[in-house]
């Protein structure tokens, strides 16, 4: 069994992305510049964010994060998406999710100038992303597609299972790896809360790809000898053996699963870290080429 370390796997890429912005900026190219929006203060998107930021700092990105309140209108939220679309300075901008349930996400997200959506959320990156059109990558699927590129994992002809199917992980994932690209070619199944015979569908993966939020769901009994298994699972649960009152969990029962495969992610430190990394990448893409 190896372990895919996501932390190291995106320190990596972010030297990598450090040593592009020196470049670019001896180039006379402006320097990238993310904005992230978190509208009140759950714990769990604080945390996200806070990671988002630090990143920007650490590969020499400017960035800024405006917090807003719980109370804050969809009305005041569509103005300051449309003040950061204007902003020439940003060259992309995040909107934290989930947002509180008085603001729809789709509105939101559908207002966002796809050229800065560095998320790929808007339905024309999706759009472009479902025709393998170049565009940004949501940074979960395509941290995923980097992890496995990574540690040379063959996918070509290979069953994919994935379980889960939100519009941030499953759906994107499951057209990733069936598109004919190098980390791709798959025969995807994509299972959800319907699915018959889970366990005998996710026996027949020789990748399985995990994101439904159900802390330890998949147990040793669902996976076959030599899987490579994605865990994108990361709850809070609670423990008070632990300082901070709890524990992160993943979607698999990392301890029994994990002699089983070839490769497996754990939580934390898997597929986390390149989630920012992805939008670390989208971010330099969105601004690469432009002038000071
Ligand atoms: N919430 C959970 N994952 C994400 C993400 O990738 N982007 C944003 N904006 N919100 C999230």
């Not at 972010?14 to 592009?20: F, G, H």
């Not at 979607?251 to 390149?274: H, L, N, Q, R």
């Amino acid at each position: 069994m190896q372990l895919i370390d996501g932390k190291t796997t995106s320190l990596k890429i972010q030297s990598q992305i450090a040593e592009k912005v020196q470049q670019i900026q001896e180039q006379g190219y402006k320097t990238p510049h993310l904005a992230a929006v978190l509208v009140g203060s759950d714990g769990a998107s604080q945390t996200y964010v806070n990671g988002k930021v630090k990143a920007c700092e650490r590969v020499g990105f400017k960035s800024t994060l405006i917090k807003l309140d719980e109370t804050t209108s969809e009305e005041e939220l569509l103005q300051t998406v449309s003040k950061l679309n204007q902003d020439v300075d940003i060259d992309g901008f995040i909107v934290q999710l989930p947002l509180p349930k008085h603001i729809s996400e789709d509105k939101i997200t559908d207002a966002i100038e796809p050229t800065k959506d560095v998320d790929g959320f808007h339905p024309t990156n999706v759009g472009k992303m479902v025709l393998g059109k170049p565009t940004f990558l949501s940074a979960t699927p395509f941290g995923i597609v980097q992890l496995l590129a990574h540690y040379n994992i063959e996918t070509s002809g290979k069953n994919c299972v994935i379980v889960g199917r939100s519009n941030i992980v499953g759906t994107p994932m499951s057209l990733l790896m069936s598109r004919n690209t190098q980390v791709g070619n798959c025969t995807v199944t994509l299972t959800h809360s319907r699915t018959k015979n889970l366990k005998e569908e996710c026996l027949r993966a020789d990748i399985l790809i995990v994101a439904l939020g159900k802390p330890e769901f998949i147990t040793e009994d669902m996976v076959k000898d030599g899987a490579v298994v994605i865990d994108v699972g990361i709850t809070r649960v609670p423990d008070e053996t632990k300082k901070r009152g709890y524990a992160l969990k993943g979607d698999v029962k990392f301890d029994e699963v994990a002699p089983k495969c070839s490769f497996i992610t754990p939580v934390p430190g898997g597929v986390g870290p390149m989630t920012i990394t992805s939008l670390l990448k989208n971010t330099l893409q969105a601004a690469e080429g432009k002038k000071v």
